[in-house]
């Protein structure tokens, strides 16, 4: 079987994310009432081991996929580059061949995309992508995952993206060409997703509507997505700040949404800004089981990497 990397949405293609999501409903219904260190019944991962490497910080990458590779039956191995060879100047493409004889697949949470792609090529095991500054792909399951569990279809979609055009709204492009949903994206001016991935998505056959209105972006939505204005490494921007503040969800806003719309935040978030306390407290907020799903995503991922999918 050729290897297989999860570097992007594409990579795998929507077939096989659809079969993540049946997959990740089943998993995380058959563990009903379960402890979280208890392996699935099937332990279809026992003996291997995920090798995790974090030049970033993270909190629910770090401990899904920890949770994730334990439940599949597989061992979990935490790197970072401050206590590794990484931070002293070793090179991606030695680290990847070194890890590939030691561990079963890589899961790499960076900053430049490129070190990943560096990592896919000189690796002879799967590497997955536990977020880059272009995309976020291994959210975006957990985010499907959650809107199917909400009772929406996704074909036919109509999600609302308010704010930074980053790397979770490019998975949300890269997803809505591969699930055929519709996207429509409230960004100010300056600050509007590389124009690569809209147009992956128009490619696609799926809308994809650009505004500098908030309200016309959430207008008659299923689903309404923020994320942090001030991305991590970036500069606390007082004028991005400023740019961002009339795309903040709020209850004015979620009001022009669809009477059961769902919100969705990748977090953490900084309440106050991107969003208001009403809306991330509120009814119609999935946010806490958007990250418990994590977890069932990334096991998902770790199958269909392994061929078990």
């Not at 402890?35 to 910080?57: C, Q, T, Y």
């Not at 996929?65 to 060879?85: C, E, H, K, N, Y």
């Not at 991935?197 to 128009?202: D, G, Q, S, T």
């Not at 961002?244 to 719309?261: H, I, R, Y």
Request: aromatic share 4%; with cysteine; proline share 4%.
């Amino acid at each position: 079987m050729a290897l297989r990397h999860f570097l992007e949405l594409s990579d795998a293609g929507g077939d096989a994310i659809a079969a993540m999501l049946n997959d990740a409903i089943d998993r995380k219904a058959a563990r009903t009432g379960w402890p979280r260190g208890k392996a699935d019944a099937d332990a279809p991962l026992a003996g291997h081991v995920l090798a995790m490497i974090f030049e970033k910080n993270s909190t629910r990458t770090r401990v899904s996929f920890d949770i994730a590779v334990r439940q599949l039956g597989g061992v979990p191995l935490v790197l970072d580059s401050a206590t590794t060879q990484l931070g002293r100047g070793e090179s991606i493409a030695d680290t990847a061949r070194v890890l590939s004889r030691m561990a079963d697949a890589i899961m790499i949470r960076t900053d430049d995309h490129a070190k990943i792609e560096e990592m896919a090529r000189h690796a002879t095991v799967p590497v997955i992508n536990g977020l880059t500054d272009r995309s976020h792909p291994c959210q975006i399951v957990a985010d499907l995952l959650t809107v199917i569990e909400h009772g929406k279809a996704l074909p036919g979609l109509e999600v609302a993206w308010l704010g930074d055009g980053n790397n979770v709204l490019h998975s949300i492009l890269e997803a809505a060409a591969l699930m055929k949903f519709n996207v429509r994206v409230g960004t100010p001016q300056g600050y509007e997703p590389d124009s690569e991935f809209v147009e992956l998505a128009r490619r696609a056959g799926v809308q994809v509507t650009l505004t500098g209105d908030a309200a016309e972006a959430v207008a008659g939505a299923d689903i309404v997505v923020t994320d942090t204005w001030i991305s991590m490494g970036q500069d606390h921007a007082h004028e991005k700040l400023a740019a961002m503040e009339p795309f903040q969800v709020n209850d004015a806003l979620m009001a022009g949404a669809k009477a059961d719309a769902r919100f969705l935040h990748c977090l953490p978030a900084h309440v106050g800004e991107e969003v208001s306390q009403s809306v991330f407290e509120g009814p119609q907020s999935v946010v806490f089981d958007e990250a418990e799903n994590r977890i069932h995503a990334q096991k998902s991922i770790l199958l269909w990497c392994f061929g078990k999918l």
